[in-house]
């Protein structure tokens, strides 16, 4: 397993759900989530950076605070990914926003809840969390390439876990 930062960053954390479940999404009140593959997308600029973050995700423990914290009770880790702040170049759109948003305009892939993760979001995403194609292999590499070209970073900039 990669040392996490304490830096601050984005990140997207890649989600298996095996059953379906209907979750109590917070304010946004309960959805449906199919069994597959999501991805959810954020930014850890608080004490402790994206170590802190992603340590808190990767357990799936405590109580619940956003929006993830739900479905990740219910829903396996199977990859994540980070940038952190210094290695990218200033955008005026936040990068979880850029990531979620060209995730979002893949062919078949779906929000399954608008809103999800995106209650502060002002650059109208409809969501962080996009339902990925059950049809298709889950392939880390092919969505690291979206996810630099998205920023318009070099793809090794982009730090990946897969297979912990």
Same mark, same amino acid.
């Given at each position: ?10 990140? @997207?954390?890649?989600? #298996?759900?095996?059953? =379906?479940? +209907? ?11 199919? =069994? ?19 340590? /808190? ?6 109580? =619940? ?9 219910? @829903? ?7 940038? +952190?702040?210094? /290695?990218?170049? %200033? ?13 979002? #305009?893949? =062919?078949? +892939? ?20 996009? @339902?990925? %194609? ?28 897969? #297979?912990?």
């Amino acid at each position: 397993m990669i040392e996490l930062p304490v830096d601050p960053g984005s990140y @997207a954390l890649f989600l #298996n759900l095996t059953s =379906p479940q +209907t979750l109590q999404i917070g304010r946004l009140g309960s959805g449906f989530f199919s =069994p597959g593959n999501y991805v959810y997308f954020g930014s850890a600029r608080g004490p402790g950076g994206l170590r802190s973050r992603l340590e /808190r995700h990767l357990r799936g423990d405590g109580k =619940p605070h956003w929006h993830i914290d739900t479905l990740r009770a219910v @829903a396996e880790v199977i990859g994540y990914c980070f940038i +952190t702040d210094d /290695r990218i170049i %200033s955008h005026e759109i936040p990068i979880e926003c850029l990531w979620s948003q060209a995730f979002a #305009n893949l =062919p078949r +892939t779906s929000c399954p809840l608008g809103g999800f993760g995106a209650s502060d979001c002002r650059a109208g995403c409809p969501a962080h969390l996009i @339902a990925l %194609s059950q049809d298709e292999d889950f392939e880390l590499s092919r969505y690291g390439v979206l996810l630099a070209d998205a920023i318009h970073a070099p793809s090794q900039a982009i730090i990946f876990q897969m #297979n912990f």
